[in-house]
C-alpha cells in the first residue's frame, strides 16, 4: 500500500501546518538567548578595569565574572522556563488535534471516541524536567568556561603579560563561544520540551480512553541534511513505554513523535489528502520565499539561495542555512537604504559629521525594521526620527530626514 493512502500520512500534513508556529519559538529562544549571550560577553569585558598586577587584581576581577556570570544564568533560566512551559502545552494542544483528526479520518469523518481533556498546567514535574535538562546543561557549560578564563589569566599573569588589553581577549575569546553552544542547548532542549508535552498527550489519551496509542518518528527524511541516524528510522513505530530510542537524537535534532493507532493505516478516500500530497509538489522559488516570510513574518527571504529555502522549508537549520539567512537579511537592507538615495553631507562641519553619524544609524535600524517586519520598531523609530529633527540641520538636511520617513510611511 503507497504511503499516501495511509491515515498517518494525513496526520503528517497537519502536523507540518503546525510548524510554523513551532519554527517561530524557536527563533524566538535563539533570538533572546543570543542576546543574553551577547550581553554577559559584553558585560564580562567590561569587567576589565586595568591591568592586573596582584593576585588581589586578578581574585577581585574573577568575583566580578563569576556575578556576571550569575546574572547570566538567572537570565537564561527565566527564558527557559517561560518557554519551555509554553512549548510543552503547545506540544500537548497539538497532539490532542492530531489524535482528532486522524480518528476522524480514520471513521470518515462520523463521530470518533469522545475523550477527556488532560491537565496541561504547568506543575512540578515540568519544573523538574527543565531543571534537569537545559538549566543543569547551561550552568555546566557557563561554569567550565569561566574556569577556562581563569586558567588562561593565570598563565597571563605569571608569565608578566596581564595587560588589560590581553586580559579582554582573553575572556572575549573564551565566552566568545557561549552563544552558539547556548543556542545548541536552547534549540536542543526546546525539542525535548516539544517532545515530552506530545509523550504526555499521549501517555494521557491512553490513560483515559483505554485506547492503544503508539509513537510515530517522523522528520524531514528527503532532505540531504538529515542525518542518517534519523534519516533510517524516521516512519518508525514505537510502543508508548519503548525507551530504546528518544528524542531529540542528537543536538539540534528536530524530529518529533506523532500519535498513530489502530485503523490508521487503513486507505482514505484521496479528497482527504489532497493536502498531505502537497507535500510531495515542488515550489517555485517565489512560493519557498513566500512561504518562509510568511512563517517568519520576515521580507528578505527572496534574496536566500534556492538551495537554501529548499533545505530551510525541509527543516535544515545547519550553519550555512542560517548564515544564508543572515547573508539575505543584510542584502534586503542594503537594497532597501539604496532605493531611498539618501546622500551623505559631504560639508566638513560639526553638523555634517553629526548628521552622518544619525542618518547612518537611523538608516540601518530603519531598513532592520522592514527586513523583520516589525512595525512596532518602525512606528517608534518614525517618531524618534521626527524628534531628531528638530536640532538645527540645514534645508537640504530637512529634506533627506523627511526622505527617510516618507520611505516609512510608505512601508507600513
Known amino acids: 500500500m503507497d504511503n499516501k493512502d495511509k491515515v498517518i500520512d494525513y496526520v503528517k500534513a497537519q502536523a507540518d501546518r503546525y510548524d510554523g508556529k513551532n519554527l517561530q519559538f524557536e527563533q524566538d529562544i535563539l533570538y533572546k538567548i543570543g542576546t543574553a549571550s551577547d550581553r554577559y560577553v559584553s558585560s564580562a569585558i567590561n569587567c576589565v578595569l586595568t591591568d592586573i598586577n596582584s593576585v588581589l587584581e586578578l581574585q577581585k576581577l574573577m568575583i566580578r565574572l563569576y556575578n556576571r556570570k550569575d546574572t547570566y544564568l538567572n537570565e537564561c533560566k527565566k527564558i527557559l522556563i517561560d518557554m519551555f512551559d509554553n512549548y510543552i502545552d503547545t506540544a500537548y494542544e497539538y497532539t490532542g488535534n492530531l489524535i482528532d483528526i486522524g480518528t476522524e479520518v480514520s471513521a470518515k469523518f462520523k463521530q470518533g471516541v469522545s475523550e477527556q481533556k488532560g491537565n496541561s498546567e504547568y506543575d512540578e514535574e515540568t519544573l523538574k524536567y527543565i531543571q534537569e535538562h537545559a538549566f543543569e546543561l547551561l550552568t555546566k557549560h557557563t561554569n567550565q568556561k569561566i574556569e ?6 593565570g598563565d597571563l599573569f605569571l608569565k608578566g603579560k596581564a595587560n588589560k588589553a590581553n586580559v579582554r581577549y582573553i575572556i ?38 483505554g485506547n492503544k496509542v503508539r509513537k510515530y518518528w517522523h522528520g524531514f527524511k528527503y532532505s540531504e541534511r538529515t542525518c542518517e541516524y534519523c534519516r533510517e528510522r524516521i516512519g518508525g513505530i514505537y510502543d508508548l513505554d519503548d525507551d530504546s530510542e528518544a528524542l531529540p537524537a542528537h543536538p539540534r535534532c528536530r524530529c518529533v513523535w506523532l500519535p498513530i493507532m489502530d485503523g490508521w493505516d487503513s486507505p482514505v478516500d484521496t479528497k482527504l489528502i489532497s493536502r498531505a500530497n502537497m507535500l510531495n509538489t515542488g515550489y517555485s522559488s517565489d512560493m519557498m520565499y513566500e512561504r518562509i516570510n510568511n512563517r517568519l513574518g520576515i521580507n528578505y527571504a527572496q534574496y536566500m539561495s534556492d538551495k537554501a529555502k529548499a533545505d530551510y522549508l525541509a527543516g535544515g537549520r545547519t550553519n550555512k542555512v542560517m548564515s544564508d539567512m543572515k547573508d539575505a537579511r543584510d542584502r534586503y537592507m542594503s537594497d532597501k537604504i539604496n532605493s531611498w538615495d539618501i546622500a551623505r553631507d559631504n560639508a566638513n562641519t560639526h553638523m555634517s559629521k553629526e548628521f552622518n553619524d544619525q542618518m547612518k544609524f537611523w538608516k540601518n535600524y530603519v531598513a532592520g525594521s522592514m527586513a523583520d517586519g516589525n512595525t512596532d520598531a518602525l512606528n517608534r523609530s518614525y517618531e524618534a526620527i521626527k524628534g531628531v529633527m528638530v536640532l538645527p540641520w540645514n534645508a537640504e538636511q530637512l529634506d533627506k530626514w523627511n526622505k527617510l520617513l516618507t520611505a516609512i510611511e510608505s512601508f507600513k
Open 148 to 153: 577556562e578564563v581563569r586558567a588562561k589569566l
Open 172 to 209: 572575549e575569546d573564551t565566552l566568545g563561544v557561549t552563544r552558539s553552544k547556548a543556542e545548541e542547548i536552547a534549540q536542543t532542549e526546546l525539542s525535548r520540551a516539544y517532545n515530552y508535552g506530545v509523550m504526555k498527550r499521549l501517555s494521557d489519551y491512553e490513560e483515559l480512553t
